[in-house]
């Protein structure tokens, strides 16, 4: 199982936006977060909250969604067969896959 990292979800957020046509000063506007802080969360160097990564991903026409590790094949199929056809996205600023496995939970419990 491939292990996600913030940077495969940075560079999804990066690419959606892109997609959208949106600079970072007008996804600020969109959703009150300060160009200077989008452009910090494009390159990796903020600790993003998860209600902000919501906030975001939303305006972009985004949704986070945890689903269960066998579904993932399907799921990557669909999303990428709307990718492939729906035309607001152009090739290469869409990336169809998970960006978290649960995997990478460091909560300690043992869960």
């Known amino acids: ?50 209600s902000s990564l919501v906030e975001l991903a939303r305006t972009l026409g985004l949704e986070l969604a945890l689903v269960p590790r066998e579904a993932l094949p399907a799921i990557s199929a669909m999303t990428q067969s709307t990718a492939t056809h729906d035309p607001r996205y152009r090739p290469g600023t869409m990336e169809a896959r998970p960006a978290y496995s649960l995997d990478d939970d460091d909560t300690g419990d043992g869960d």
């Open 1 to 50: 199982m491939p292990n996600y990292t913030t940077a495969s979800i940075t560079t999804a957020l990066r690419n959606a936006r892109k997609a959208r046509g949106l600079s970072q000063r007008a996804l600020g506007e969109l959703t009150g977060v300060p160009q200077s802080h989008i452009s910090r969360i494009e390159q990796g160097n903020v600790d993003l909250r998860v």
